[in-house]
């Protein structure tokens, strides 16, 4: 089978019942093995260069982007896959300034629009026409409409209080989280409505899940407290206001978050290595029925080692019960393919170990 993108990509057969999977993972229903995939950015020079789509177009132009995302599913063999490649493009559309970045440059803020006067933000009236809004839209429904295209994708959107630092600058608004939350508070109020229309535009284009990224809600840089007051509210009200499944992504060591998280109502949560206790937070996330997605190492294993260290660390991952073998966070653009090829592989052959194992068992 050929998708409709130009230069067409091949789709297996035995991806048929992989979204099923996906789904029942973000139900938070039992699957007998686990899927491996990306939630986080991974926009890799080695995929540039195999699919021909490339950066800075792949972040701008709907189909570029679309032939980017089939390539870590068709080169890379992932079975969950995300778009886009950037966490800019709520930013870009509130009126953030932007460097476009190169072939090897991820899209950067520059500016933040309202570092004098944040309270007068609001929701520009044409949002979802806005920057890059639509190119992400189209890229969905290209992949998922046109191409039939049978992996999970995910859309990512900027979390709130990431769209927040955008907006007032970082030092600002934390500032602002200390001595006047209630103005904090009211500006993640507009953002999370923010997150709510391009979730809801995004998941009706076709998505299968959305996910939140908000590296600022790590407890080492907003605090437990101010999560717990400012962020947490905003992400139940997001959570009940959107048409589909979603899943967040803070990074860092949440550890002392879990138990706010896992009451926001999501289906998944996306973590990093720096989780003190994995297997705690598997344990308690899957008590609440919600499934966890992580946590290879991307700046230390996945990045800079060897296919035989990415294959031992997804081994201990899938010894904890993960959901979804995955990067722990957004990749570096130089990364490896056979990184993640290896990510993949070693996924496969836990499966394999396993099968043995049990059969072992019967033949006992
Ligand atoms: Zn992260």
């Given amino acids: 089978m050929t998708c409709g993108l130009k230069g067409g990509c091949y789709?297996?057969?035995?991806?048929?019942?992989?979204?099923?999977?996906?789904?029942?993972?973000?139900?938070?229903k039992k699957v007998d093995t686990p899927l491996v995939g990306t939630v986080t950015t991974a926009g890799i020079l080695d995929l540039m260069d195999i699919s021909g789509a490339c950066r800075p177009e792949a972040d701008r132009n709907p189909e570029q982007m679309a032939k980017l995302a089939a390539s870590l599913h068709t080169d890379a063999k992932l079975e969950v896959i995300r778009i886009p490649f950037d966490v800019t493009v709520i930013g870009e559309a509130l009126g953030c300034q932007i460097d476009p970045g190169t072939k090897a440059r991820t899209p950067a803020v520059l500016t933040h629009p309202f570092e004098k006067s944040p309270e007068e933000f609001e929701i520009?009236?044409?949002l979802l026409e806005r920057g890059r809004i639509a190119v992400?839209?189209?890229?969905?429904?290209?992949?998922?409409?046109?191409?039939?295209?049978?992996?999970?994708?995910?859309a990512g959107i900027e979390g709130p209080a990431d769209l927040?630092?955008?907006?007032?600058?970082?030092?600002?608004?934390?500032?602002?989280?200390?001595?006047?939350?209630?103005?904090?508070?009211?500006?993640?109020?507009?953002?999370?409505?923010t997150c709510i229309i391009c979730a809801n535009a995004y998941l009706l284009s076709g998505a299968?899940?959305?996910?939140?990224?908000?590296?600022?809600?790590?407890?080492?840089?907003?605090?437990?407290?101010?999560?717990?007051?400012?962020?947490?509210?905003?992400?139940?009200?997001?959570?009940?206001?959107?048409?589909?499944?979603s899943i967040l992504h803070i990074c860092g060591e949440v550890d002392s978050i879990i138990p706010d998280i896992l009451e926001c109502g999501f289906s998944a949560i996306?973590?990093?290595?720096?989780?003190?206790?994995?297997?705690?937070?598997?344990?308690?996330?899957?008590?609440?029925?919600?499934?966890?997605?992580?946590?290879?190492?991307?700046?230390?294993t996945l990045?800079?080692?060897?296919?035989?260290?990415?294959?031992?660390?997804?081994?201990?991952?899938l010894d904890t019960n993960i959901d979804v073998l995955a990067p722990g966070c957004g990749i570096a653009p130089e990364?490896?393919?056979?990184?993640?090829?290896?990510?993949?592989?070693?996924r496969d052959e836990y499966i394999e170990k396993m099968a043995r194992v049990i059969t072992l068992k019967y033949v006992v």
């Fill in 11 to 28: 789709i297996s057969k035995s991806t048929s019942n992989i979204s099923k999977k996906f789904q029942d993972i973000l139900d938070g």
């Fill in 124 to 126: 520009p009236a044409d």
């Fill in 136 to 154: 992400v839209m189209d890229a969905i429904s290209l992949l998922k409409n046109d191409s039939g295209l049978q992996v999970p994708l995910v």
């Fill in 164 to 193: 927040a630092s955008y907006l007032c600058g970082m030092k600002l608004f934390l500032k602002l989280t200390l001595k006047k939350p209630e103005i904090a508070k009211t500006i993640i109020e507009k953002c999370i409505d």
């Fill in 208 to 245: 299968d899940a959305v996910v939140i990224a908000d590296a600022l809600s790590s407890p080492k840089l907003i605090g437990p407290d101010a999560f717990r007051q400012i962020i947490k509210p905003a992400l139940i009200r997001f959570n009940k206001s959107i048409r589909g499944h």
């Fill in 270 to 300: 996306s973590i990093e290595e720096n989780v003190k206790d994995l297997k705690y937070v598997i344990d308690y996330a899957h008590r609440n029925n919600t499934a966890i997605i992580g946590n290879i190492s991307t700046s230390d």
């Fill in 303 to 317: 990045y800079a080692k060897t296919p035989e260290d990415v294959r031992k660390e997804a081994f201990q991952c």
């Fill in 335 to 346: 990364m490896p393919l056979r990184n993640l090829l290896a990510m993949v592989k070693a």
